[in-house]
């Protein structure tokens, strides 16, 4: 295919992609999904480009954007990553990666959203009960990903997913989907995924027990019962975005990004990041989100040692915020 061919392709990418992002009607489900933990970016990097990655995670972190990404040429891919969520939460996040040649790729992770405990408090005892709670939320998931052929590659992720507070929980299973694809000119990349694809949960617990009497006549029969909680969808999320170089040179490479987002229970919303790496060791950069009311630019700077076969990478992100707090990030990310 000529280069002509690939700058067309590209250019009918860029208007079905900003056609996208022009459609203002607010989304009538606005808020009704449960799980947003599920929209936390994972890793400084991420983070950092304004979530603007679907066609950019190669490594250990593509299995939270889109699973097709872990084909690659190393073999092992470990991530560590920490944020310090909205004051009173951290978010953890663990995944690693292993190429197995022509057998494909597969991956394993998991992420959790923490509380410490809280003492209760009641209208009658606003000076605690002596009683604490907390919260949590857990993701796992095991990934697979083949290339179809050189340019092309396609992933799926099985994952558990649980909410907990105090005594409650709620749970179910869901399904990511990604493709990816290769493309010379520019070094341009374009990539789908579609995330939390599964059935709605609903919490329950000994909590929601009570005691029922269904009888005027005969007091005091109770009956054990249990309060109905109503079940909400996992936040659906479906991604489409590309990535390409602007200027790669020996001692310079910038890459842009842009992706378009679509959520079931939010807004549409464009997402614009630009990397540049100085002397293949120093990397700065930068995201922005468009429709997106609270969160605001994104900046990163990143370091990146070689010794021998392995590649160490110490990511930091400065995500701001307009009513939340400012959010910081800081990932470790080991290829070998």
Not at 90 to 109: M, S
Not at 156 to 180: C, L, M, P, V
Not at 272 to 296: C, D, K, M, P, W
């Amino acid at each position: 295919m000529n280069q002509n061919n690939h700058i067309a392709k590209i250019k009918i990418i860029l208007l079905l992609s900003i056609l996208a992002a022009s459609l203002s009607a607010q989304n009538a489900n606005l808020g009704t999904a449960g799980a947003q933990f599920l929209k936390i970016p994972i890793g400084a990097r991420s983070a950092a480009l304004g979530g603007a990655v679907t066609g950019m995670s190669m490594d250990a972190t593509a299995l939270f954007w889109n699973p097709a990404g872990i084909i690659h040429n190393h073999t092992h891919a470990l991530h560590v990553s920490h944020i310090p969520w909205m004051t009173f939460f951290d978010v953890n996040a663990l995944a690693y990666t292993l190429n197995l040649k022509e057998q494909g790729a597969i991956g394993f992770y998991a992420r959790t959203l923490g509380m410490e405990k809280m003492e209760i408090t009641t209208e009658y005892e606003p000076g605690g009960t002596g009683e604490f709670f907390d919260s949590q939320d857990l993701e796992m998931g095991v990934s697979y990903a083949r290339k179809l052929i050189d340019q092309f590659s396609f992933g799926i992720t099985a994952k558990y997913i649980r909410q907990r507070i105090w005594n409650e929980i709620a749970s179910g299973i869901a399904f990511d989907f990604g493709t990816h694809y290769n493309i010379e000119f520019q070094n341009a990349s374009i990539a789908m995924s579609l995330r939390n694809f599964g059935p709605d949960i609903k919490m329950d617990g000994p909590d929601l027990l009570v005691f029922y009497d269904g009888s005027e006549y005969f007091p005091n029969r109770f009956i054990p019962s249990n309060k109905n909680t109503e079940a909400y969808p996992l936040p659906l999320i479906f991604q489409f975005g590309m990535g390409l170089d602007l200027i790669k040179a020996q001692f310079f490479h910038s890459r842009l990004a842009l992706d378009v987002i679509h959520y079931n229970d939010n807004d549409e919303q464009v997402l614009l990041g630009l990397e540049s790496t100085i002397a293949q060791r120093f990397i700065l950069r930068g995201g922005y989100r468009f429709n997106q009311t609270e969160q605001q630019p994104s900046l990163g700077v990143g370091l990146h040692q070689r010794i021998e076969k392995i590649v160490i990478k110490l990511d930091y992100a400065f995500v701001m915020h307009e009513h939340l707090g400012d959010t910081r990030f800081l990932s470790l990310d080991i290829i070998f």
